[in-house]
């Protein structure tokens, strides 16, 4: 007798529900979403210990008639597609007409449904895939499903549920997403009978970002949009002060669908590249439309991941589009010194302390005191028209310890990072010129040679091209032996030898794991280091009004290629509020 048998239906959900259902959170994603394309404009969901108890969905929408209400629980029985061409442009969130009957296969589950024109609502019983008859009851127009102690009969699966509070995390998350996408509709998420969010409909996204993260979080976002070849896209991107240790503040979604695209969370990490520290995420909430044509969404179970047609131009242009808004914001870091009551132990106060402990280590000695002579840039055209008044030309300025300076502008002071900034400066002029063709370069009068190892002739050779586009010409000079005879005229600051050998020695360990471009712009973040001015260097005023100058002429100059800040701002108002004159 042959050992192959046909599973019976139920089997087959159950199997099925293994990719759907995961966790709770999964039945509250594929609950909430049926509710949106039903239409519903006020959804309710309600959970007990984290969903293991209890996952109750209530929403407004268009309702089930009796006959849908008994087919819906059927594998493969959906209302959103009909054939094949609208599996090609699917609109709605749900299609697969499978989740209904795979969380019915592994929970109890009730449904109370009503159509608008129907008098009275109807009831249906599935326990882990046994149906009851369908009853008729009394009920408001819309849907509610009730599913209770989900995995009950699969002790295999229940065991793998974490704590109540871990289930609820996910839960929270996955309203958070679905909360996002959708601020048009009313939602609110009850966990043991407390209300954990309400959300109000209609006030836009802002608001609904402050509802649902901190008003924090909302007041630091900048909004952008662009429009390009049917991509639209419009994204709230945050400020560096609201940038995290984690993702946990990115969120992308593709035709109101939260996606994870490892694509556009590099374009996110590219678009921010210099405004944080690399190790930081920034806060980004992207929302995509494009044709539903242009991508496909049935790629993966729970669709949280999609497969563009054309995935470089979704990437460039997101990059385009974030790195243009960014690159236009004055993004410097506004100082708020801490009260000296309050111990200043805050996260956001992270500027402060790095202030405060920077004067206490460079407390000024009394004689250097002495050389802080204001000097004055000379007479400064204000446009008070221009509403970036921060931005206009600062007008007295003051070094200080050979490492900072401190210029007045229109609403208080900035003080400069002066190697940050001028480093800063340095790598976007490299960065513009190398662009279109190789940097200028100039012929060094005594050749400098230095020696290689094997390996790093081996990086040399492999990289010819590198040190072509950036200007640098290299001619062999003896066994392992290599003279540099041109190099480029900007980085006439850094020492030939010494760059040299730290471009091979970065280009050496990294070339394996970083692709040609993210390559080449370390080699550009090194030049700028090098060519920049240094920390305790001293610069004669026409020097300081340069780099004043300079920093108007690139467009986002508050941080320094590495991340750090170059300028910190202090308005008057919070200085008058500091010494208590407000
Ligand atoms: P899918 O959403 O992929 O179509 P589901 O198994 O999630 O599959 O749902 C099956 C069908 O049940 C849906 O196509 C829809 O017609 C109906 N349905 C499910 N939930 C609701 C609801 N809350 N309101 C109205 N109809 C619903
Ligand atoms: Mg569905």
């Given amino acids: 007798m042959g050992r192959i048998v046909v599973l019976d239906q139920n089997m087959v ?6 990719e759907v259902i995961e966790r709770p959170a999964s039945v509250v994603k594929e609950l909430v979403e ?13 959970v007990d210990d984290g969903g293991r108890k209890l996952i109750s969905v209530t929403d407004n929408g268009g309702g089930m008639d009796a006959e849908d209400l008994v087919s819906a629980f059927e594998p493969h029985a959906t209302s959103k597609i009909k054939t094949s061409d609208d599996l090609r442009a699917i609109s709605t969130l749900g299609f697969r007409g499978e989740a209904l ?25 599935i326990d882990c895939g046994d149906k009851a008859g369908l009853m008729p009851c009394s009920a408001d127009v819309g849907t509610t499903i009730q599913v209770r102690d989900i995995f009950y009969k699969l002790p295999a699966r229940r065991k793998f549920l974490k704590s109540a509070n871990t289930e609820m995390t996910h839960i929270v998350e996955q309203f958070i997403r679905i909360a996002l996408a959708n601020t048009s509709i009313e939602l609110a998420l009850m966990h043991n009978g407390k209300e954990q969010y309400r959300l109000t409909a209609q006030q836009g996204i802002r608001a609904r970002i402050a509802e649902l993260f901190s008003q924090e979080v909302a007041d630091n976002l900048l909004e952008t949009q662009s429009e390009e070849k049917g991509l639209h896209i419009a994204a709230l991107l945050g400020k560096p002060a609201i940038a995290t240790t984690s993702n946990r503040l990115q969120y992308i979604f593709l035709n109101g ?9 590099h374009a996110i990490k590219e ?11 920034p806060a980004a909430f992207i929302f995509i439309k494009m044709p539903y044509d242009d991508y496909d969404v049935n790629v993966h179970p729970t669709k949280i991941e999609v497969r563009f047609f054309n995935a470089n131009l979704v990437h460039s242009q997101i990059l385009a589009c974030l790195r243009e808004k960014l690159l236009a914001t004055d993004l410097d870091t506004l100082a708020s ?29 009394g004689q250097r005191q002495m050389d802080f002579v204001a000097r004055d840039s000379g007479p400064v055209t204000r446009d008070w028209g221009n509403e970036r008044r921060e931005t206009s030309i600062e007008r007295r300025y003051l070094q200080i310890h050979d490492c900072f300076i401190i210029a007045e502008n229109d609403d208080g002071f900035v003080i400069i990072d002066q190697h940050a900034l001028h480093e800063r ?17 100039q012929k060094l009068l005594v050749p400098e040679s230095f020696q290689l190892t094997k390996e790093q002739s081996d990086t040399l050779e492999n990289n010819s091209q590198l040190f072509e586009k950036l200007g640098i010409e290299l001619v062999p000079f003896g066994p392992k032996t290599i003279a540099i005879q041109s190099f480029p005229v900007l980085l006439a600051k850094a020492e030939p030898a010494d760059f040299m050998r730290d471009v091979i020695d970065m280009l050496t360990e990294k070339a394996s794991t970083l692709d040609a471009d993210s390559l080449f712009d370390e080699v550009l973040h090194m030049a700028a280091c090098k060519a920049a001015i240094k920390a305790g260097q001293k610069l004669t005023d026409s020097e300081i009004e340069h780099l004043i ?18 300028v910190i701002k202090f308005t008057v108002a919070e200085l008058e509020k500091q010494f208590k004159r407000t």
């Fill in 101 to 125: 009957a795979s969380i019915a296969s592994i929970a109890q589950v009730k449904t109370v449904s009503r159509t608008a024109d129907a008098l009275a609502g109807n009831c249906i019983e």
């Fill in 257 to 265: 669908r939260f996606i994870r695209d490892k694509f556009i969370s």
């Fill in 271 to 281: 678009a921010y590249r210099g405004a944080i520290d690399p190790s930081r995420f």
């Fill in 34 to 46: 049926n509710s949106i394309d039903a239409g519903a404009t006020r959804i309710t969901v309600a």
């Fill in 549 to 566: 100058a300079d920093k108007q002429t690139i467009e986002q100059s508050s941080h320094c290629p590495h991340g750090r800040p170059t």
């Fill in 425 to 441: 400066i340095m790598y976007e002029q490299l960065k513009r010129r190398v662009h279109n063709s190789h940097l200028e370069s």
């Fill in 337 to 365: 010194v801490p009260q000296s009551s309050v111990p200043p132990i805050r996260r956001d106060n992270k500027v402060a302390e790095a202030m405060e402990e920077f004067f206490r280590r460079h407390r000024p000695a």
């Fill in 13 to 18: 959900n159950m199997i099925a529900a293994g």
